[in-house]
């Protein structure tokens, strides 16, 4: 199986480019291709050393840095099947369920081998572990490129796990290569070309389109650890404003991270006018969160048409539709459209009985292209699922003169009186009333006595009141009509949330489920 670009660029890399990684003390570590192809050289060997064949499966539990690189690069060097998995993140607690979601995917996956620093799922799954530093250890290098053959298999990433335990989909050489070469055309990617990303590398929008694209390309490429972006998020724009970036992407609570921290005057002396591809996704967007973001980088030389929304997914590789530049974005109603489906991908909508649906009307989104993944990892199971050559994504939409509209996920949704209510629309009217706060989340379903939506909120000592409460649920009800409606206070920190941004709808479904509350209104 031909490698393609994603291990060409090591044979004769760009010298005069590289990575600049962020540093924990606010600084940034440059690191030149040629040192990273020396580092992933060094990796494939050291992994060879640890009894690592072509075929093996190697979890990555790395977070952004040189490590994760060289790693990457190097299991795919001896041939291996790299599978980046979530790290915990430095300095912060650990989330809500991470060992555990960590131990059932190595269980799943069955890894040959995992490379990271903090990972007690690995022994809770009884799988082999080498530190990051250990990887780099000196020693003999692995094999060049093109030396070792491959299986059709190039990497494993794994889906968010919003509603329902995250999956592995088995991401092929050729898939790959077609969906980064159309991304790139897509997105306008010259040889000098410089991005920025704050992403996280275990992510299919952080790790296809945020590293492997600028590497392939030999682009330069700022990239922030997603715990510098939240602490620091003037220092991603400054990438652009001041080091000459012109593409990113961010899914939607990155802007709004960024309206909340970032003040009209910290922008002064920012240049923004050279970016040109901000691409949006992985999450619901609101129309007037695209308004807001515009508004306040403009007077410094930003172009609204340069946010580019888009719908991708992993089962997909990444990318399946997307406004093209300049073109601008535009609504039906609440709903952002998300372009149209990119060269060789065809995206159409179709009903319950899988009957096509004309324009306009919501139903289940069915993607055919050949930048597909060849399969999950174990049975198909519930939620998206490769049919006869198509993916069945579990996701709904609407058409609209060729243009895909994203509704939510068929799995967060509910039918009441005849008609399906989606926890992404209640959520995003909710938040415009300013009713629902930040970090909560609208979950729905069907229990003994039938639908309910539930806002479940983190307790926030004591500064909520019964007032509060009951417009919320009036709201809610308003939105869910037919419904009972329940608001549920939970223990501060105890929503579980995936590293896309996206609340773990089914998780807490479950939660509630097990321990329901009175209603507060119905």
């Known amino acids: 199986m031909s490698e393609g670009p994603l291990l060409a660029w ?110 007690g799922g690995a022994r809770a799954a009884g799988v082999e572990a080498l530190s990051g530093a250990d990887l780099l250890a000196p020693g003999p290098d692995g094999p060049a490129p093109g030396e070792v053959e491959h299986d059709r298999t190039a990497l494993v990433q794994f889906t968010s796990g ?16 077609d969906n980064l070469a159309v991304i790139r055309t897509w997105l306008g990617v010259e040889s000098t070309s410089i991005w920025a990303s704050w992403l996280p590398v275990h992510h299919d929008m952080g790790l296809v389109g945020c590293l492997l694209g600028p590497v392939v390309a030999g682009n330069d490429l700022w990239l922030m650890r997603p715990e510098d972006f939240v602490r620091r998020p003037l220092e991603h724009l400054r990438c652009f404003g001041e080091r000459g970036a012109s593409i990113t992407a961010t899914p939607a609570f990155g802007l709004d991270h960024i309206l909340r921290k970032v003040h009209p005057g910290q922008l002064i002396g920012l240049d923004l006018s050279a970016v040109t591809s901000m691409v949006v996704g992985a999450e619901r967007m ?25 719908y991708g997914l992993a089962e997909a590789t990444l990318a399946v539709t997307g406004v093209r530049r300049g073109a601008g974005w535009g609504h039906r109603g609440p709903v952002v459209g998300c372009g149209t489906p990119l060269p060789g991908t065809t995206v159409r909508v179709v009903d319950e009985e899988g009957r096509p649906l004309p324009d306009g009307q919501v139903g289940e989104i069915i993607v055919r292209g050949p930048s597909l993944g060849l399969g999950h990892l174990g049975d198909e199971g519930a939620g998206s699922r490769f049919v006869d050559g198509e993916l069945h994504t579990g996701d709904a939409g609407f058409l609209d003169s060729g243009e895909l509209h994203v509704q939510g996920r ?31 989340a609208v979950v729905l379903g069907d229990d003994a006595a039938g ?12 500064r909520r009141t019964t007032a509060d409460d009951d417009r919320l649920a009036r709201l809610l009800a308003r939105g869910a009509t037919g419904a009972r409606t329940v608001v549920h206070l939970v223990p501060r920190g105890s929503i579980p949330w995936t590293s896309s941004g996206k609340p773990r709808r089914r998780s807490l479904w479950r939660a509630y489920c097990a321990a329901p509350p009175e209603p507060t209104r119905t």
């Open 410 to 440: 068929l799995g967060d949704s509910v039918k009441v009186r005849g008609t399906r209510v989606f926890a992404e629309d209640l959520e995003q009217s909710l938040r415009e009333a300013g009713v629902l706060p930040r970090g909560a």
């Open 10 to 119: 090591m044979r004769d890399p760009v010298a005069g480019r590289g990575i600049h990684f962020s540093t924990r003390e606010g600084g940034w570590h440059h690191r030149s291709y040629p040192e990273l192809a020396a580092d992933a050289r060094r990796a494939a060997g050291r992994l060879t050393r640890a009894g690592v064949h072509p075929g093996d499966l190697v979890a990555l539990v790395l977070p952004s840095g040189p490590a994760f690189v060289a790693a990457f690069f190097g299991a795919l060097l001896v041939g291996a099947v790299p599978a980046p998995l979530a790290p915990e993140a430095a300095g912060r607690p650990v989330a809500t369920g991470h060992q555990e979601r960590m131990a059932a995917l190595l269980t799943a996956a069955r890894p040959r081998l995992v490379v990271g620093d903090a990972v």
């Open 162 to 177: 919003s509603t329902g335990p995250a999956r592995g989909v088995r991401i092929g050489w050729d898939g790959l290569c």
């Open 286 to 310: 609101a129309p007037s969160l695209l308004d807001r973001f515009a508004a306040l980088l403009a007077p410094h030389g930003f172009d609204r048409a340069a946010l580019l929304p888009a």
């Open 451 to 462: 639908p309910v939506a539930v806002a479940v909120i983190e307790a926030d000592d004591g």
